[in-house]
């Protein structure tokens, strides 16, 4: 399954859980200025998840999708970190029993 497979069922389990979360896009994209130019913007912030969100509890969770064969950069195993070491809750998800998995005990935690 290809990456981009395993994005879209993680936000779909995502918003059909109703849990606050948000798509944090990586890829560098194009946009039009305010003279209607076509420009390239680098992401603002390198190696961040793919998915973030906030618990009741205040608590960041984030989810960096790969496929099986995936690796990770090291800007995204530092970000996996330092967001694990702050009282966090970062993972690498590659398929899609993981993602269910971790939804469901996100979900547990934001009923505590």
């Not at 992401?43 to 793919?50: E, L, R, T």
């Not at 999708?65 to 702050?86: A, D």
Request: charged letters at 25%.
């Amino acid at each position: 399954m290809k990456e981009s497979e395993l994005l879209s069922f993680a936000l779909t389990c995502l918003k059909q859980s109703g849990l606050v979360y948000w798509r944090v896009n990586n890829s560098p994209s194009l946009f039009n200025n305010k003279n209607g130019q076509v420009c390239f913007r680098k992401s603002p912030v390198k190696g961040f998840p793919d998915i973030a969100g906030m618990l009741k509890n205040g608590r960041l969770f984030a989810m960096e999708i790969k496929t099986e064969k995936g690796r990770l950069s090291p800007e995204q195993i530092e970000w996996i970190t330092k967001i694990n070491h702050s009282n966090g809750m970062a993972v690498v998800l590659r398929n899609k029993e993981e993602i269910k998995t971790f939804i469901e005990s996100l979900l547990m935690v934001n009923r505590s």
